[in-house]
């Protein structure tokens, strides 16, 4: 801290002040630990929470942190889970670990995980994190202290990336009993020797599709029980297992949750199969209808939903608890957005009109484009929303292009559209372009008539590299696949649902160990690398994000019958 | 033989297992940051910021302010929060000695940063003008991170490190680690000639 400067003026300097003064009363009167805050407890864990996740104090104000002894910050930018992750199991990122800090953690002595180690100095990578290796149990008193002054119960100092707090005794115990609550118990469905699973089905899903689902999830299941005999035989020969393998063989078990009738009854559903026999996660799940029940039940029940197969999504920043592979038709209206939206000959003025079919489809697609429309600051565009029928009449339809005579159309309808589609383009000027969706249209993406097909763009939201990687992330052969007109319409519901399965999952599963916490499951996969998948270009993770897929590609079509498919776009247009 | 198998088999998983699981358990000497100086050949692309904007990157490198970069992306724990808090308050104090600098944080996230939620970010940090979140396409980002020798192939293994652009010469300070904010505002000082 620097007190030479020539006025204090500056609320900056103030603060700094201040907390001088702070920390100088603060370490003479420090010995007594924080009385505990006389509050209940539902009370102390909303005051702790917001402490803990927002970097909020009770009283409102900003809690305020110092880094390196004088990099001054306010938590409202970054909070204890920011680092510590909402479930307080600590996270690995940057080379940092950053320890647990729930009660049951630090009350008991910890071996803390190296910091990444020597790596070796080459192009001025060095060390820059390093930990203390061991520590006896904290107490409420010497817990204070490690939050204020960085320092663990030995009096060796933390390394540089954990900030010092210096909040007042009863603030301080708001937070401390929250880190004694947090993680306390274990989440329902999972113990030392099983996960319970559930998969959700409604009843709008063919026979076909809901077999599709089934097969990987049923698969992935005997696996684990497979391996989990494997293992115990491996214990019976008398080998040691290690710390890792300990925790990565359980039982599993796989229950469906049959969803009948109208949505508006689907949440009283759920909450029947869930109290009869919980579950720690859902995995997978198929529906042709809004996922939105399904995902309002899951966040206010905490619990995990990974990568139902569903074109309609709940589109949100802050929901939590449902994975996704990707926005659904959203993302595809999205793309549209973002593509026009870096056009560099498309005037200002062009009229943009989009013709909606009246379906949640064409409705969530449409929703896509305004969205991002919007965000980028572009006023809105004109929508005409169609019934299907009205969609075949060419006469409706050229009356709409004689009034707006647009420049760019974005067709948000089924297949039937097709057929009129090139008398309707013949009206418009040479410079229109008209944009379809892939998903919408089905396998009928690959019959656009030819003679249009240079005006015509499409939303196509999978892969276009050849795939070499593994199909289920196992010890497949490396044979490339290939995309083509023939993959338009096909779901992918089981090759999705596996990879899912063997990626993206069993690596959140194995990485928990014995912390059968949901939230933990979650932070644990967020923090996963990047995945080269099948389906998708990639999938990149990271904490809160929950569309792992955030790629769509705008594409033409080649010649021919089996036209080949153009890239327009790169996968992610920025 | 039945046995013998399964065995082979598990043992083949368990050594996939512990690859995926172990972190690397090494440690060395306590250090704080690392400093060299360097020449970088920026690359022609352009990215966008924060506002949307598209941004000729090598057009930030130019002019008689000292330029500060670093990588970090919207959504990341542990060294981003440093990162950021370390411009936030370099900022605030060249402010009250009137001196200029150009801050420009470049995403390795891009996919999943766009200018939203790179706006969001700055206003988080309570950024003031003069620092801006870059964003663009995977390729190009490669191509940035390449030309700063600073490639990582995966955000999660990224690591802390600034570069200050001198505009005398237009060498690079490169630092690597965490600098208190009086050791971030020296190197600064050392960079303009104080």
Redesign the interface.
Do not use: H
């Given at each position: 801290m620097?007190l030479s400067?020539p006025t204090l003026k500056?609320p900056?300097l103030m603060i700094e002040l201040f907390t001088l003064l702070f920390f100088l009363s603060a370490t003479s009167l420090f010995a007594a630990a924080p009385p505990p805050p006389n509050l209940p407890q539902g009370e102390i864990m909303r005051l702790g929470e917001r402490m803990y996740r927002e970097g909020v104090l009770p009283s409102g104000a900003p809690m305020p942190a110092f880094?390196?002894?004088?990099?001054?910050?306010?938590s409202?930018?970054?909070s204890c889970s920011?680092?510590h992750?909402r479930a307080g199991l600590g996270?690995?990122?940057?080379?940092?670990?950053?320890p647990p800090t729930t009660g049951n953690k630090l009350y008991k002595p910890y071996i803390r995980?190296?910091?990444?180690?020597?790596?070796a100095?080459r192009?001025?990578?060095?060390?820059?994190?390093?930990?203390v290796?061991e520590r006896p149990p904290y107490n409420r008193e010497t817990l204070a202290t490690a939050l204020r002054f960085g320092t663990d119960p030995t009096g060796h100092s933390f390394n540089?990336?954990m900030p010092r707090y210096p909040l007042a005794d009863n603030d301080m115990s708001i937070l401390i009993n929250y880190l004694e609550l947090l993680s306390k118990e274990p989440s329902p469905g999972a113990s030392k020797d099983e996960f319970r699973f559930a998969t959700i089905i409604t009843d709008d899903v063919s026979q076909e599709d809901r077999q599709a689902l089934l097969r990987p999830l049923q698969q992935f299941i005997a696996q684990k029980n497979q391996?989990l005999g494997?293992?115990n035989?491996?214990i019976k020969?008398g080998y040691t297992p290690?710390a890792?393998?300990k925790y990565?063989f359980r039982r599993a078990s796989l229950d469906i949750w049959e969803l009948k009738g109208p949505p508006t009854t689907w949440q009283k559903q759920l909450a029947a199969y869930n109290n009869n026999k919980p579950v720690f996660a859902v995995l997978g799940g198929i529906s042709n209808s809004d996922w939105r029940p399904i995902h309002d039940f899951c966040e206010a029940e905490r619990l995990p939903c990974l990568f139902p197969i569903t074109d309609f999504p709940v589109i949100s920043e802050t929901g939590w608890y449902t994975y996704y592979f990707n926005k659904g038709f959203a993302q595809e209206g999205e793309a549209v957005a973002r593509y026009l939206?870096r056009m560099e000959n498309l005037s200002a003025d062009t009229p943009i009109i989009q013709i909606v079919q009246d379906s949640p489809a064409g409705r969530a697609l449409a929703a896509g484009f305004d969205k991002n429309w919007n965000?980028?600051?572009r006023p809105a565009v004109t929508t005409i929303t169609l019934t299907a029928s009205q969609l075949v009449d060419p006469a409706a339809l050229a009356k709409i292009l004689t009034k707006h005579k647009p420049g760019v159309l974005l067709f948000w309808t089924e297949a039937g559209l097709l057929q009129n589609l090139p008398a309707l383009i013949a009206r418009l000027p040479a410079t229109e372009m008209v944009f379809v969706s892939s998903s919408y249209l089905g396998r009928q993406t690959a019959n656009i008539a030819e003679n249009i097909r240079n005006k015509v763009f499409i939303t196509f939201p999978y892969r276009l590299n050849p795939y070499v990687g593994t199909k289920t992330g196992g010890f497949d052969a490396k044979i490339p696949i290939l995309t083509g007109a023939k993959d338009f319409g096909d779901r992918r519901i089981a090759s999705r649902t596996t990879a899912m399965l063997q990626q993206a999952t069993l690596?959140g599963l194995?990485?928990i160990y014995d912390n059968l916490y949901r939230d933990h499951l979650f932070d644990v996969m967020s923090?996963?690398?990047?995945l080269v998948m099948r389906d998708y270009e990639?999938f990149?993770?990271?904490?809160?994000?929950r569309y792992v897929s955030?790629?769509c590609y705008i594409i033409q079509l080649g010649p021919g019958e089996n036209p080949t498919l153009l890239p327009r776009s790169?996968?992610?247009v920025? | 033989m039945r046995v013998t198998l399964k065995t082979i088999v598990l043992f083949l998983l368990l050594a996939l297992v512990s690859a995926t699981l172990s972190a690397n358990s090494a440690h060395a000497a306590n250090k704080s940051y690392k400093r060299t100086v360097e020449k970088y050949t920026i690359p022609d692309i352009v990215l966008v910021n924060q506002d949307g904007k598209k941004v000729r990157l090598q057009s930030l490198f130019t002019g008689d302010t000292p330029v500060i970069v670093d990588f970090i992306y919207g959504t990341c724990t542990t060294i981003c929060p440093v990162l950021s808090a370390g411009f936030v308050n370099l900022q605030g104090k060249l402010a009250v000695t009137g001196q200029k600098v150009r801050l420009v944080s470049i995403t390795i996230d891009p996919e999943n940063d766009t200018p939203k939620i790179m706006k969001e970010y700055l206003k988080r940090y309570r950024a003031k003008p003069g620092w801006d979140f870059l964003t663009g396409s995977r390729t190009d980002i490669d191509s940035v991170m390449r030309a700063f020798n600073a490639y990582i192939p995966d955000k999660m293994s990224h690591y802390p490190l600034n570069m200050i652009r001198n505009p005398k010469d237009g060498s690079w300070v490169r630092l690597f680690g965490i600098m208190s904010s009086r050791e971030f505002l020296e190197e600064y000082q050392s960079v303009v000639g104080k």
């Open positions: 620097n400067y500056t900056l880094i390196r002894g004088d990099v001054e910050v306010d409202t930018a970054f920011s680092c992750l996270s690995f990122e940057g080379g940092v670990i950053t995980p190296p910091s990444l180690g020597v790596i100095d192009d001025g990578r060095d060390v820059y994190a390093k930990t290796l540089d990336v391996q494997m293992y035989d491996f020969f290690t890792e393998m990565a939206n965000e980028v600051g690596q194995n990485m923090m996963q690398m990047d990639r990149s993770f990271g904490p809160g994000q955030k790629g790169e996968w992610v920025q | -």
